[in-house]
């Protein structure tokens, strides 16, 4: 008995769950391991590697708005990961650092999904990495979702309430 044609619907379906659903996987781990979302985690991976950093600066380079770093941070915080230190060049900033627990929690942290992500992608001829992107944006638009507000954290999950005011964000 032959098969018929190849369902590619179906096939990109599949794949796309896939995602989805590593994702999940990765999340779940990720809260078991270190108790964290994958947003928090990655908050404290960009503290711990600058040696500290503003929320302006968070808040840049995840691509999310002050206020969900805010929110970020103040979880972290109540849990001893990190702290706020005032500024000594500029009294109006405060400086997030890490501390002795929030170091222990990172090196207790599954491999992050995105940096297995990365570490693959970079491995990537310039035109695959090209074609990669281009069908991904392709992908987002297909599913209206070009417009969505998004940081490189791959997570699951919704905003919690960023999204219900306009403004971007991450699950915290």
């Known amino acids: 008995m032959t098969e018929g044609p190849i369902d590619r619907t179906d096939e990109s379906l599949i794949a796309l769950r896939r995602i989805l659903r590593a994702t999940e996987l990765y999340s779940r781990d990720l ?72 170091r222990e929690t990172l090196d207790r942290a599954p491999d992050a999904l995105q940096q297995r992500y ?4 970079e491995k990537l001829a310039d035109w695959e990495q090209a074609q990669l992107v281009s069908s991904l944006e392709r992908v987002a638009a297909m599913l209206d979702a070009h417009r969505i507000d998004a940081s490189p954290v791959l997570t699951t ?16």
């Open 118 to 121: 990365v570490r693959e992608f």
């Open 31 to 102: 809260a078991q391991a270190a108790g964290l979302t994958p947003a928090q985690l990655r908050v404290l991976q960009i503290v711990d590697q600058k040696g500290g950093a503003t929320p302006k600066v968070l808040a840049t380079q995840m691509g999310v708005s002050q206020a969900t770093v805010t929110a970020l941070v103040d979880k972290l915080v109540r849990r001893d990961m990190v702290h706020r230190r005032p500024s000594q060049t500029d009294r109006r900033q405060t400086n997030i650092e890490v501390t002795a627990t929030g």
């Open 157 to 172: 999950g919704d905003i919690q309430g960023a999204r219900k005011a306009g403004q971007g964000g991450v699950p915290q």
